[in-house]
């Protein structure tokens, strides 16, 4: 550490500065001397030296002006005063003007060394604050976010740009995107991050249970409420609250919800106090809400005060690139999590995962990989450690046509486009084959 | 003794002169102590003609104008420097007198004076004699060697 620290000397006499000088070198530090205010200004203007040391007594400009000019040019300058017995007085002036410290002269061998090693603590924090203050503005806590897809490189950027503000969003996408990791995403990386995020599942609570768990309730509210309790608008003071599911409440609280959200402030189920709370919202569902609201099912004034920003998570099947990304990472989670040797994926077995529509998204792969390594040999996964082919229930085709396109799409990908074999598969003869590839616009994969 | 050891050290021959030089001028009556730095430039520019290295080694208490005391200094990558046994003595502390410390005391700062000399700095190996020492107690925690460290930057 020694080494990379600079000393400016800054004294008249050149016994002093050269004597400083044999001190520091031999410490190992950078150092340069001045024989007086003027010239060391110059140095500073072209040189950055994280320590200056200077005698308060030097003809033309003193010390103390020195200081003054010094900290002008670089507030965050280390700037330790020299001076003798008879001018105390003067260097508690210097510390008021900014002096790191100072010293009488002459000091004990002790005194100096601990005196820079205290200047270079005070430089290396100021320089991991520096580093920790570039380390706020860069995305943290998105580790669970695996993806180098530019589907999902958007979705970063959404939440970069989304996270320092304090504005409502609302998360999109199907069941099992990660629409939770996301919101988690936007907290840890918001000025609020150093107060709670919490997580309300709007779908698997009742109308009044929900009510009781955003608001709290007060002691003898309803029968079971024999604690007063708090809501989880409260708890989430100064820092996120998450609605999971958000389609699914009652128009009731939905009611509730906008005045919530308007006012900041709210009344615990049977108290008659008004409770202030300042949190920040972030929503997520799997629903089409925009046609909810065209249906008179959700309440647009809602709906507009939620949807501030709105960040759409992109299913897997629109990111396969992810997929081997996702692999590693589950193997590597769920290895470490059995205590297992970390294990391989097979090729054939990686290929099938990437053919595969996943309309569970990444919690139905997560889950499958997870099964693998429990029932696999514990050296590789292969294909019959995964349960593709008998639980392909794709919920997302609504037509016939829909259904014919992707599992003839299934199978030439299954045999790398040899029609023979795939006309054969299928049970169909190849001119047939032929024919529906042209009436889908079927391509082989690049 | 502390031929052999500086031999040994820096695996050069080392050759040993007595003098007495007259340090009246080195002399400052304000602090009652010589002064280190102009002694050092005298030893310097007086004796290290026909060596690579030289050191002057004085009886009396060394300062420079910055500090109370110094047990030596040097030109870092130079041709000379200077150490005092003034200070190394137990007795100077109130402590009995011990001739195997003292010669221990003053092999180690001559050896750390002319490792300056030949470009080495303090080194935090609290082992290596390039360790800065502060006080008599800080010489006799460390050994008389170069750490590995020190020794390979020498090469």
Not at chain 1, 112 to 127: D, G, V, W
Request: glycine content about 6%; proline content about 3%; overall charge negative.
């Amino acid at each position: 550490m020694a080494k990379k620290i600079s000393i400016l000397i800054v004294d008249d006499e050149e016994s002093v500065r050269d004597s400083l000088y044999n001190w520091f070198i031999e410490d190992g530090y950078r150092v340069e001397c001045a024989e007086n205010a003027k010239k060391a200004l110059t140095m500073l203007e072209s040189d950055i030296y994280n320590i200056v040391l200077a005698d308060i007594k030097m003809p033309g400009m003193d010390g103390l002006e020195m200081l003054k000019r010094i900290k002008s040019l670089r507030k965050e300058s280390i700037v330790i005063i020299m001076t003798a017995f008879a001018t105390v007085d003067t260097a508690v002036q210097a510390l008021k003007d900014g002096a790191f410290d100072y010293v009488t002269k002459p000091f004990d061998p002790d005194d100096l060394s601990h005196l820079i090693r205290n200047a270079s603590k005070q430089i290396s924090l100021l320089e991991e604050n520096e580093i920790l203050k570039e380390k706020v503005v860069s995305l943290e806590n998105v580790e669970d976010l695996i993806g180098n897809s530019e589907a999902m490189q958007n979705v970063l950027k959404e939440i970069e740009s989304v996270a320092q503000s304090n504005a409502s969003v609302i998360i999109t996408g199907e069941s099992g995107t990660g629409k939770e990791l996301v919101a988690r995403a936007i907290h840890a990386n918001s000025p609020r991050k150093f107060f709670p995020m919490v997580s309300v599942h709007c779908g698997a609570l009742s109308e009044s249970l929900l009510e009781s768990e955003l608001f709290g309730h007060e002691k003898g509210a309803f029968t079971g409420a024999v604690y007063n309790r708090k809501g989880r608008f409260e708890m989430a003071d100064s820092g996120t609250i998450f609605l999971d599911e958000i389609a699914t409440i009652s128009p009731k609280m939905q009611v509730e919800l906008l005045r919530v959200l308007e006012s900041k402030s709210f009344v615990r189920v049977g108290g008659n106090k008004e409770i202030t709370s300042d949190f920040r919202v972030i929503c997520a569902t799997n629903r089409d809400l925009k046609s909810m609201v065209e249906k008179g099912i959700f309440r647009e004034d809602l709906f507009y005060r939620l949807n501030v920003v709105n960040i759409n998570v992109p299913p897997l099947r629109e990111r396969i690139e992810d997929i081997p990304l996702l692999v590693d990472y589950f193997i590597k989670k769920y290895c470490l999590s059995m205590n297992r040797p970390l294990i391989t994926i097979d090729s054939s077995a990686l290929k099938r995962l990437e053919e595969f529509p996943f309309p569970g998204n990444i919690r139905e792969l997560e889950n499958m990989i997870e099964r693998a390594i429990v029932v696999g040999n514990g050296k590789k996964i292969t294909l019959k450690d995964l349960p593709l082919g008998k639980t392909v229930v794709n919920t997302t085709f609504e037509s016939l046509d829909d259904l014919e396109k992707n599992h003839i799409s299934q199978i030439l990908s299954k045999y790398s486009w040899n029609i023979s074999v795939s006309a054969k598969a299928l049970k169909v003869d190849r001119v047939t084959l032929y024919n529906k590839i042209k009436k889908y616009d079927l391509k082989p994969a690049k | 003794m502390v031929v052999n050891d500086v031999e040994r050290e820096f695996l050069l021959p080392v050759k040993t002169q007595e003098g007495h030089m007259d340090l009246s001028e080195f002399y400052d009556p304000s602090r009652r102590q010589y002064d280190g730095n102009r002694l050092l430039k005298e030893i310097d520019f007086g004796y290290s003609d026909d060596t690579i290295k030289t050191l002057g080694i004085f009886n009396v208490d060394l300062f420079i104008p910055i500090l109370t005391y110094i047990f030596g200094q040097a030109f870092l990558n130079g041709r000379a420097g200077i150490a005092s046994i003034y200070r190394l003595r137990n007795e100077r502390y109130g402590i009995k007198s011990d001739e195997k410390v003292f010669a221990d005391r003053i092999r180690k700062e001559v050896i750390h004076e002319l490792g300056h000399t030949f470009g080495l700095i303090h080194c935090q190996n609290p082992d290596c004699v390039m360790r800065s020492s502060t006080y008599v107690e800080d010489i006799d925690q460390k050994s008389h060697h170069l750490c590995n460290h020190c020794r390979l930057k020498l090469i």
